[in-house]
């Protein structure tokens, strides 16, 4: 039984390399496959799922691994990006449906990058939100103090235990925060965030994302060009990446155009979901 009534998808799991991903799918037709961000799960998607499937696509939505009803590895390594974007792969060559277009958001947009650098062979066309190019956003963590305080709450989740034991012990009160705070929010979807959060292990591996972050120079020699079509839509009130991270990347995206949404924060989907479709849903079609 789905996990949101209201939405006509469908439980699956496939197995990739011993890591169990879980994916609601819906609709028919060519394939997109959706990656959430943190602290997110498939559910971010909630309202792309039924308009691409109503427009004609078959639609992949994945829970990351370390989220949700996926597998939940407990230690730090797992949780590089090669590791996830190799899921990403696993999921797209068992449908048999290769390439197809991956859309991510946040760090499901960093994993969309990687596997598009990674695995070209899978990948026809890539739909970035609020997630900027690895060179580009490594670019403005050494150069720009404006980016590097952007990023200090990531500083929150490198120690062990702690974060995980602050977090359930006010009952996940940081993460609600920065859902109602930064994105538009009801109180009945952000509980169903809490129950995905309350599962065994989840908390760790949500974490452990930030912790893996630490090896950022192995990222440097995996950087690839792109040459497949790509969209990137961008909520200009992101509390979390300046503008500047948008520029100077060209050399390795060189297919790119990027939509502006002025009154969208970073979980753009959410706070602008019928422009967001409207964009994915065109692009997607290649018109």
Known sequence: MPLVPELDVTDRTCDVGGITIHYVEAGQGPLIVLAHGFPEFWYSWRHQIP???????????VD???????????????YRLPDLAKDI??????????P?????????????????????ELVSRL?????????AYLREMRRSARQKWRAKYQLFFQPPWLPEFLMRRFRYAILRRSLSRLGAFTNAEIERYVDAWSKPGALTGMTNYYRAMRKRKTMRGLMRRIDVPTLMVWGDLDPFFTRETLRDF?????????????????????????KVNELMIRFARGS
């Open 51 to 61: 308009a691409l499937a109503a427009a004609g696509f078959h639609v992949i939505a």
């Open 64 to 78: 990351l691994r370390g989220y949700n009803e996926s597998s939940k590895p407990a230690d730090v390594a797992s």
């Open 89 to 98: 792969a696993g999921v797209i060559a068992q449908t048999g449906e290769a």
């Open 100 to 120: 197809c277009i991956v859309a991510g958001h946040d760090w499901g947009g960093a994993v969309a990058w990687l596997t598009a650098m990674l695995y070209p």
């Open 127 to 135: 739909i970035i939100l609020n997630s900027p190019h690895p060179v």
């Open 250 to 274: 060209a050399e390795y995206v060189p297919d790119i155009g990027i939509e502006h949404i002025a009154d969208a924060g970073h979980f753009v989907q959410t706070d602008s979901p019928g």
